[in-house]
T-cell receptor
């Protein structure tokens, strides 16, 4: 079965600093999803990556999938207190024509704290 | 367009009681997923439906758990004879599975179950 390992497990930064969260898979990723979760709430979809070398950005958050499709990173530029939360990476389980479908396997999450 | 909704948001019950949770997906989404999340962990897959058909169940889903999605709309998750180990956040997600869609899952706010 596929396993995802996230690092670091927790991160404390000062507002304005840049940070990176990593997600490493035991198997080739056919689809990698990044979500954000506030404590005690549901998951908010951020971005989805499918192709090796793919990079997507939304506001100050950039996600990348490496060429071998076994590692992804999430980079936040000039962090703000609103970025605080738990970041989760999830991998799709099915592969149809190179596209990920089906149930997601998640990493354990990275807890981000941003001090004003 | 409303998001995924779940009811109740919180449930406290005594060991041995039965509980039922409801999930209303985003309208027109044909897939509906259930996950369970315990403190400090990522969500774990339980089961999912495409329209009214239950396509997959996790080995985590014991005989005490049953899920339905009548008419392919809302879904219910029932836990019979609850145990303290069932205490967790139960998350529902929906997605649109199609030729041009990516099966991106959108999550509800979750139902937090506490078994005393």
């Amino acid at each position: 079965s596929q396993e995802l390992e996230q690092s670091p497990q927790s991160l404390i930064v000062q507002e304005g600093k840049n940070l990176t969260i990593n997600c490493t898979s035991s198997k080739t990723l056919y689809g990698l999803y990044w979500y954000k979760q506030k404590y005690g709430e549901g998951l908010i979809f951020l971005m989805m990556l499918q192709k090796g070398g793919e990079e997507k950005s939304h506001e100050k958050i950039t996600a990348k999938l490496d060429e071998k499709k076994q590692q992804s990173s999430l980079h936040i530029t000039a962090s703000q207190p609103s970025h605080a939360g738990i970041y989760l990476c999830g991998a799709g389980s099915e592969n149809a024509g190179g596209t990920s479908y089906g149930k997601l396997t998640f990493g354990q999450g990275t807890i981000l704290t941003v001090h004003p | 367009d409303t998001g995924v909704s779940q009811d109740p948001r919180h449930k406290i019950t005594k060991r041995g009681q039965n509980v039922t949770f409801r999930c209303d997906p985003i309208s027109e989404h044909n897939r509906l997923y259930w996950y369970r999340q315990t403190l400090g962990q990522g969500p774990e897959f339980l089961t999912y439906f495409q329209n009214e058909a239950q396509l997959e169940k996790s080995r985590l889903l014991s005989d005490r758990f049953s899920a339905e999605r009548p008419k392919g709309s809302f879904s219910t998750l029932e836990i019979q004879r609850t145990e303290q180990g069932d205490s967790a956040m139960y998350l529902c997600a929906s997605s649109l599975m199609g030729e041009v869609s990516t099966d991106t899952q959108y999550f509800g706010p979750g139902t937090r179950l506490t078994v005393l």
